[in-house]
Nanobody, 121 residues
Framework: QVQLVESGGGLVQPGGSLRLSCAASGSIFSINTMYWYRQAPGKQRELVAVIDNGGGTDYADSVKGRFTVSRDNAENTMYLQMHSLKPESAAGYYC???????????????WGQGAQVTISS
C-alpha cells in the first residue's frame, strides 16, 4: 500500500508564507507526475501546481509568481512553497501523485487527505 500525507498547513496572515509537504510512503519504485489541488468551501476542486518526473512545473494563473512546487525524489516528497498569501488562498490543499508501485511495476494514482490553509488577520 502507498500513502500520501500532507503536512504544513495552518493559519497565516494575508501576505504571509507557508510551506506544504506531501510525503509518499510504501513500496514505491518511483513517482511520476505530482499535483497540488485545492478546494475551498462551496467551490470545485482546482489544480494549483504540477511537477513532472523531470522537474518541469506548471501553475494555475491565480498562483503564478507566488507559489513554487518542488520535489525531493530521495525522500519521495513534494513541496508547495506559498508566498504572498491572499484570503482567496484559503482552502484544503490536496496532493495527488502518479506512483510506480515496486511490487508489480504498474502506475497507480493516489490522493492525500488534505492540509488546511486558513488566512486571517
Amino acid at each position: 500500500q502507498v500513502q500520501l500525507v500532507e503536512s504544513g498547513g495552518g493559519l497565516v496572515q494575508p501576505g504571509g508564507s507557508l510551506r506544504l509537504s506531501c510525503a509518499a510512503s510504501g513500496s514505491i519504485f518511483s513517482i511520476n507526475t505530482m499535483y497540488w489541488y485545492r478546494q475551498a468551501p462551496g467551490k470545485q476542486r482546482e489544480l494549483v501546481a504540477v511537477i513532472d518526473n523531470g522537474g518541469g512545473t506548471d501553475y494555475a494563473d491565480s498562483v503564478k509568481g507566488r507559489f513554487t512546487v518542488s520535489r525531493d525524489n530521495a525522500e519521495n516528497t513534494m513541496y508547495l512553497q506559498m508566498h504572498s498569501l491572499k484570503p482567496e488562498s484559503a482552502a484544503g490543499y490536496y496532493c495527488h501523485a502518479i506512483i510506480v508501485w515496486a511490487i508489480d511495476g504498474r502506475e497507480y494514482d493516489d490522493w492525500g487527505q488534505g492540509a488546511q490553509v486558513t488566512i486571517s488577520s
